[in-house]
């Protein structure tokens, strides 16, 4: 009897089963996934960190049943899809213990996931490769009152994914006093503050360690900030396709860089090229030649991934800065988008170059048999 390989799908609980957001926002995607990878001959799971059982080298899995999701003991899957907004230190040891004792094959090792939950670290990384150190953000960590009392304003954020829920904020100075205006989501709030030494704890207890960067006025769609994101992924053939490049928007006046995915890029091409007369073209040969650049240097980096999501900043001038990665935003950005097409495109993708990992692995086997 044939064996039937198995897909798992990490991720974090995060509501009931009677809320439709067992796993989240991104809860339909994944039902959608595991339904067309079972259709494909695959056996999917679904599961948190904390579900694996090592010592039994089993999993308290959720699978799709009858009437929904449904609880069952499963064994160690074949391939894993990693998708944690925020991996802790546990679930990077769980992480690491299914990749070692478990031969399990990941489209994103591990070690991506550790890369780009901490932005200063990504932008390490990144600043190694020339092409990228001319567009990335002088990124400091914040260790003292010098860093917030300069004679221009900064943007200041978490370092670390875990806490990038809170917002970023930006501090400018204001005569004798630090102005520090905080953006969440759609809320803003601002305060004076004349010790810097008082805004260095607000700053540390809100966001924990703090990184900050010279603030840098972006290109606005009338008062808006815009950004730009693209989603990068391996095909079957392992070469790496721009799967979806998104426009975003910020809050009216925002000055923190946090937007909202409005569209596909090309699709508003007709709204840049107004912004940006004679610019457009460049814009866009540029965006992927960086794009390109920054996953096959993380993927070499981190030993092996499928899939990133590469940020972009346009400033009022029209240059082009490189401003986050990650392994989870792009995807949840294409689900806002409510654009059945590049959701299926994506997780065509996914399972494709699942399935090329699935055949390296069974041909390492192969060979470690007859060497044997």
Known sequence: MERVPSLGIIVTHSGSTDSGTLFGLLTPYYRQLVERATALGWRCIVFAPRDVLRQRRTIWSWVRGKTGWERQFSDLPDVVYTRLDAPLPDDMAILRWLRSDGDVSFLNQPEVDEITAD???A??????HPTLSTVLPDVALLRDELGVTQTHAVVVAPRYSIKRQVGAGYICPDGESLLLRLEESARATTRSYQSARELLEQLSV???EVIVEPYVEPLRLETCPLLIRALWQRDRTRQWQETAVMLLLGQAGSVTYQATVVGLLDR????????????????????????????????????GMSELTVDFIVTKVGDVHLHTVSTTSGLASVWKLATPTVAQTVSSHTLAYASTLLEAAASFSELTASAV
């Open 119 to 121: 932005r200063w670290r």
């Open 123 to 128: 932008i390490q990384v990144l600043q190694s």
């Open 206 to 208: 809100r966001f924990g």
């Open 268 to 303: 508003l091409a007709s709204t840049l090229r107004q912004v940006l007369p004679h610019r457009y073209d460049a814009l866009r040969y540029q965006l992927t030649n960086l794009g390109r650049v920054t996953v096959e240097l993380l993927n070499q980096r981190a030993h």
